[in-house]
């Protein structure tokens, strides 16, 4: 019998496992156009956590009592879709879940056999790289040159983007939390990266600025929000640009961040753009082409965080504002 | 003998008379290519504030005991340069003061006889009406039919921005501090206007943005920072472009903004924006053309809140920061 992670209630601050229920989904034949899947991998993202409030956002909240969804790959078990055969593998968003009837509306997508793992298609081949290299390139405008920052550098999309600028030709200074994950960071070609537990993110991040960066940063990629985000206004060079991707931060603490270089946004005509890597579909080829290249190449490298089985879902996804990952965090099935 | 405001010590939150000290300008003889103007009008700006302190900006700090600059119209009465002949009326950057020795690094500008009164052009026909043109429809790119939140909306610029916002057939909700300035914002055209001083900004938006705007706003004009932006930011539609114009709420408390909803950046796609009126001048002519034309045709009102005298400069300076004009501030020699 399939199972799902059902959202049992909405976490008011940061959640914990009281808010998730793991229940059998009722046994349902397949609808013309849709296929079963076993999923192999379950994506684990900070977004999800957006999903779980109650609040107006770019995609719909998590209904209570349902099955939560999120990326996923698998292999087509059972099919009612000519475009999916049986033995297929299938990246979508039925994600919290061992087993997901699928239909177009969970954007399936039919994977190509290119000789990588599977959970790659999760990562810098999926949603994760995607996220990085628009949010870089398309969103910041990022170009050959620039001293970019980028905060939680160790993680997912953070060490993605280290790699994407670097690939660029550009200057990266990163931020993570602890020697170890910046030790990994400088590995992937960030020229300097603060460690954010070691002490307060603005000196750290005007040495580093100093000593790679001309004294100022032309690019910031912000993951977390709050001290990173003031310190990034504080040091922006004239007509900066930053790509608002998350805020982890500030997504379960329900206070109000302190921000005491906002006012920089005039003087040094700062640009902050939001963005989700769906605004930037039309650019998918591009991505796929450097993405692949890059691959085969060697020049883009990944660490998993890997959680087994389903009944670890929540814990993984806790983990996550903990900062328990380096790279990406995965629960294998 | 002619008399400038010297700067004589920079205020560290709230300048005072103190920072301030008028002295006699040394006599000295034109040099090929300046003139002499005798100004008429001083403009008083809150961007001025920022000159003060001693930061990096995209100005330079004013000089401690040096005389201080800002915008300014006068006649010429003297000249060793040609094309601002003793007579001319003539807008530059020689303010704080009675008599100026202007050359080419002060920006002169020899105005045209169209038949506006002189203090026009330090308002809707100069640097504050260009601000506001420039910001609304080059920064924030609004466009007919979008829902414009304008803070500061009594304001010099403010009142601009709501002026030109209707004339290019925008909705517009604006903010100002008192019945009786907001009644003058609801006349310049803006659909509602929501009182800051009778209680909080964002529950007041929320209603104008239910009553006049599908429930979110399109476009902020940001001239004051601190509440109002997290009001805009918690009621903004997706892709809604924010002009950062000013932070006069800031300038002068040292106190961190508190910011709630700032993490929408993500989820909306918001796009925050700096600017300076400068990085726009390619635009003047069709700035002029549009402003042109509405002036003539009585789509371009202003008031004017009036300091006589060049002793009463500071006192009209520190005014702004308490609310006490609406429209321009001036100082008439």
Redesign the interface.
């Known amino acids: 019998m399939a199972r799902a992670w059902h959202l049992k209630s909405r976490p008011v601050a940061m959640p914990g496992p009281e808010n998730f229920e793991l229940k059998e989904l009722p046994d349902v034949p397949l609808a013309q156009g849709q296929f079963r899947v076993r999923n192999a991998w379950l994506s684990v993202d900070p977004y999800m956590r957006?999903r779980m409030s109650d609040v107006k956002?770019?995609v719909p909240p998590f209904a209570i009592d349902a099955p939560m969804q999120g990326g996923a790959v698998g292999t087509v078990i059972d099919s009612a879709n000519g475009d999916f055969p049986v033995g297929a593998q299938v990246l979508h968003m039925a994600g919290w879940r061992d087993e997901a009837v699928v239909g177009p509306e969970l954007m399936p997508q039919k994977l190509p056999e290119i000789g990588v793992p599977l959970h790659h298609w999760l990562g810098n081949l999926g949603l994760t790289g995607a996220t990085a290299y628009f949010g870089l390139l398309k969103v910041a405008e990022a170009r050959e040159g620039d001293v970019v920052f980028v905060s939680a550098a160790a993680g997912a999309v953070g060490s993605a983007v280290v790699q994407i600028a670097r690939n660029k030709g550009m200057t990266v200074i990163g931020s993570a939390g602890g020697p170890e994950k910046c030790a990994w960071v400088r590995e992937l070609g960030a020229a300097a990266c603060i460690d954010y537990k070691a002490g307060p993110v603005l000196p750290q991040l005007a040495e580093a600025a100093k000593a790679h960066g001309k004294g100022g940063i032309d690019v910031y990629f912000d993951n977390v929000?709050g001290e990173h985000?003031d310190a990034a206004c504080a040091l922006a060079r004239?007509f900066a640009r930053f790509a608002?991707?998350?805020?982890i931060d500030?997504?379960n603490d329900g206070k109000?961040?302190?921000?005491?270089y906002?006012?920089?946004?005039?003087?040094?005509?700062?640009?902050?753009?939001?963005?989700?890597f769906t605004?930037y579909l039309a650019h998918m080829g591009e991505f796929q082409a450097d993405m692949g290249e890059w691959v085969r190449a060697g020049r883009m490298q990944s660490r998993e965080t890997i959680h087994d089985g389903l009944e670890s879902m929540p814990d993984a996804f806790l983990g996550l504002f903990r900062g328990a990952n380096t790279g990406k965090m995965l629960v294998r099935l």
Chains 1, 2 share one sequence.
């Open positions: 957006g956002s770019y929000g985000l004239d608002m991707c998350g805020m500030v997504y109000p961040q302190e921000m005491r906002l006012i920089r946004l005039v003087s040094a005509r700062i640009r902050m753009q939001g963005f989700i605004d």
